[in-house]
């Protein structure tokens, strides 16, 4: 079955950087979207960006864009989500995700990965 | 602020029927279809309703949705204390280029 597995949570320090892994399996790995959602405490699901099946091709949400870098590891089904310049307001929980909102026939979400910004 | 506007609570006795609304743009909800999705505490998102009123195997059928213009719906009917959680709609958005949630509604029975 289709599964994503998140890296644990993280702790940061204001201004630094956090890298968060999303390992994929059950599925062809390279033909599909991966998108990354975050959440932060008591506030609603936010979008991202996301990477395209070639790898190549990516797309942000313009409160992120220059902060967010998207990467990925084909060898091991891996995607990655680095968030630079890290602030308080960055606290939230990231999920990776295969959305069916993006015109997937099915939808599939990592158990998310919750990120601590604080001095 | 979301891009989708959702009322931030709704509350029903079981047995009852609720109704939770969301509003978009032309650029979203009124070119593409709205899905659904049901949070529980701690948890990842899980998909209620896709294409505006399909619901994926397993879902009950007291789940229904509805659009209508740059607007739709989320209908649960005879309410049960296990329905108690947050619910989102989201919709593609072509002017982003990318997918927009509203801000969840808590439910509570």
């Known amino acids: 079955q289709v599964q994503l597995v998140q890296s644990g949570a993280e702790v940061r320090k204001p201004g630094a950087s956090v890298k968060v892994s999303c390992k994929t399996s059950g599925y062809i790995f390279i033909d599909y979207y991966i998108h990354w959602v975050r959440q932060a405490p008591g506030l609603g699901l936010e979008w991202m960006g996301w990477m395209s099946p070639n790898g190549v091709d990516t797309n942000f949400a313009q409160k992120f864009q220059g902060r967010v870098t998207l990467t990925r590891d084909t060898s091991t089904s891996t995607a990655y989500m680095e968030l630079s310049s890290l602030r308080a307001d960055d606290s939230a929980r990231y999920y990776c995700a295969r959305l069916a909102v993006a015109g997937n026939l099915d939808d599939h979400w990592g158990q998310g990965t919750l990120v601590t910004v604080s001095s | 602020q979301s891009a989708l506007a959702q009322p931030p609570s709704a509350s029903g006795a079981p047995g009852q029927r609720v109704t939770i609304s969301c509003s978009g743009s032309?650029?979203?909800?009124?070119?593409?279809?709205v899905y659904w999705y049901q949070q529980l505490p701690g948890t990842a998102p899980k998909l209620l309703i896709y294409r505006n009123d399909r619901r994926p195997s397993g879902v009950p059928a007291r789940f229904s949705g509805s659009k209508t213009g740059t607007a739709a719906s989320l209908d649960i009917s005879g309410l049960r204390p296990e329905d108690e959680a947050d619910y989102s709609c989201?919709?593609?958005?072509?002017?982003?280029?990318?997918?927009?949630f509203g801000g969840g509604t808590k439910l509570t029975v």
């Open positions: 032309t650029s979203n909800i009124g070119r593409n279809s």
């Open positions: 989201a919709a593609w958005d072509d002017s982003l280029r990318g997918p927009v």
